[in-house]
């Protein structure tokens, strides 16, 4: 903010149109700022790195196995005996994995990628706003991008979404060289960054091409119709490269690789265009999760009867199998009384306060309340303000809107010749595209918000500048300054209002200072001509630094917030209700229904211990002495033990670095085995011991699918999603009543903390049953 400080040498209100101009400051200076900007997004993005476990342990598993071997690092398998995929593609792994084969197998080295991301993509950010707007527009772009709080803890996590960010803005800048040069090299060349931004997060990546082929389309200096076929062959580019690695794989013979994870047909491309595609685009509210069918709830079958938990109002629940309460929002079921209880808005739900721990681990409870879901709160206008989202990306968004008026009402549009006015294209189509996409979809985790920084930062960066030119010229525009700023304090004040022992003390800061600088704001802009004895522009321009500063207070603590208290998770959220590790933020509690108060079950699914509920979580230690028992007995088995799904795999393969086998890949829903398939398995040596839970879902288990009425059997045997049902349960079941139960004084010392075997059993299928 140097040179809109130090400007006493114009005239107090410029009479000239306004024309938005570079706005430079003296080069040793941008250096200075320039390079504290960088030091701050280093101790943002390491500071800390890597002591607080690995983050998501489902991908920390995949890397450690992909680091075993060249056929496991290429196909991304989750275990290291190549028998199931991680859920996306492998770019992201990929640099994982050699990081770790560089620098050791640890947090910090998985971590290390995403970190490095985050610190060039605000130096990138920098540069390519610097490009058209100046030194200042790039500084306050970055500054903003380094304190953005869901871009700080993404970086810190290995969720791939930061590595995603940088390839788009690479992808950015190519395609800023084709439309200032109409040359086709570099728009191809912005059609390959996306191209390996699918092959990064897959579908995610698109969210930028409106805005890429908008602005090439726009802007580039060629006939329209050279313009379109440019972009045609760049769209075929880009799905080529995107779908390259996918082919490869589909193409590779099923029996020579993994099974493709969260499918339900061993596909890449179902993965691509389905349960990362199309399954993620639940406009409006949350519907069905995982490889399979999306449906809506059950009707209910016979009388509901009520039941209480401790973090849940009171809730139906037909009695099938067994008693217990439905969580706050349901897996099944859009309202009405859901097969499964009241299931609320659906699919994971936007849970306040999370669901309730419904049916426990006895014989009579079958189903668990889940936690609370992805917490987007409810679609709409304001969604981005609010209180499970406004923390993450919300503060300055308000400016960034009217950064993009202020901008496209300076002069008539000239696109083709007004390289500023392709930077509005370009990072105004950006930051609106996936704001609005983020406001309405219903089925997002809220590190995919990481993506729409770089578009709202430099849209940040991009109006201190034009609104501050505005502002010293005699347009009804130069009111947009005072006007953004006083939007931008007003939402944060509200967004604060739900934290009220920070508001207390952070509201007032931000208020007064905002007041103070909107004060001198509007009588420079009324009285151009006020006798103070200072210089009116000067202390105009020291308002809008005051002001500014003054917004990216909240960011600042929120982001610095999660670094010093390193709340690194595997579903990475900022600010103070980013406490604890959820895998969903918002814990299910116990249920008081038939067999729902069981303490292993509150212990895996109520009181939110590391792997429990239904969600993306860590699977949390693996018993050392369970781990003992199977290695000393493993035998000639390839597989050290089996699980249903990849909830309990993950934490074992992080402690051995042996085979593991998830029956059901990440949700135990997967249909990788029948069970003619599993007895095979278990005939030939191939696998022995089976580590059961007695939950559903990710955290375990199974129930017989014969105890499900019969209208209700094939939605169950064909539905994929969170685990418990279909061919896995089956096979699941079969291992239970064929298979000896390994006493529990064999591999439990005392030592073995009830997080470790709550619920869990363990069968030797070596020995029938007796």
Known sequence: MADIADASTLSPIDTTPPKVGRTEMPRLWNRIALGAVLLLSVFMDFFQLGQNGYGNAYYAAGVRSMADSWHNFFFVSFDPGGFVTIDKPPLGFWLQTLSTKIFGFTPFSIFLPQALCGVLAVWLLYALVKRHFGPVAGLVAGLALAVTPISVVTNRNNTIDGTLALVLLLSAWAVIRAAESGKLRWLLLSAVFVGIGFNVKMAEAYLVVPALGLTYLLCAPRTIWTRIWHLALALLVMLLLSLSWALAVDLTPAAQRPYVGSTQDNSELSLAFGYNGLNRLHIGGNNGFGGGRNRNGFPGQTTPRTGTSQNSTTSQQTPFPGGGNNGGTGRFGNGGTGRFGNGGTGRFGN???????????????????????????????????????????????????VAIIALAVQRRFRFQVDHQQLALILWGIWLLTMAIFFSVDGSFHQYYMTELSPGLSAMVGIGAVVMWQAYRGRSWSGW??????????????????????????????????????????????????????????????????????????????????????????SAPTAGPNAQADLAFPGAGGAGTGT????????????????????????????????????????????????????????????????????LGGFSGGDPILTTSDLQNLIQNGTVRYFWMSTGTGRGGGQFNIDQVPEQFRQFLEDAGGFGGFGRQNQAATWVTGHCSVVPASSWQTSGSTSSQQAGNQLYDCASPRS
């Open 351 to 401: 849970g306040g306060t999370g669901g309730a721990g419904g049916n426990g681990n006895g014989a009579a409870g079958q189903f668990q309340g889940g936690a609370g879901g992805f917490q987007t709160g409810a679609a709409g206008p304001f969604r981005l303000f609010g209180v499970t989202l406004g923390g993450q990306i919300g503060w300055l968004l308000p400016f960034a809107l």
């Open 480 to 569: 947009l300054l005072p006007i953004a700023l006083a939007l931008t304090a007003v939402a944060q004040l509200y967004m604060l209002a739900s934290y009220p022992s920070w508001a207390i003390w952070l509201s007032p800061i931000i208020g007064v200072l905002t007041i103070l600088g909107l004060i001198v704001l509007v009588l420079v802009r009324l009285y151009p001509r006020l006798n103070l004895g200072l210089s009116l522009p000067r202390l105009a321009g020291s308002a809008v630094a005051v002001g500014l500063l003054a917004l990216l207070i909240a960011p600042t603590i929120w982001s610095g917030y999660s670094v010093l208290r390193n709340t690194e998770s």
């Open 595 to 662: 067999g729902g108060n069981n303490a292993a079950a509150r212990d895996n699914l109520g009181n939110a211990q590391r792997g429990g509920g239904f969600g993306f979580g860590e699977g949390g230690n693996a018993d050392p002495a369970l781990i003992s028992y199977l290695e000393a007995h493993q035998g000639s088995s390839k597989f050290l033990v089996a699980t249903p799904s990849s909830n309990t795999a993950d934490s074992i393969i992080l402690s051995t670095n042996k085979p593991v086998m998830a």
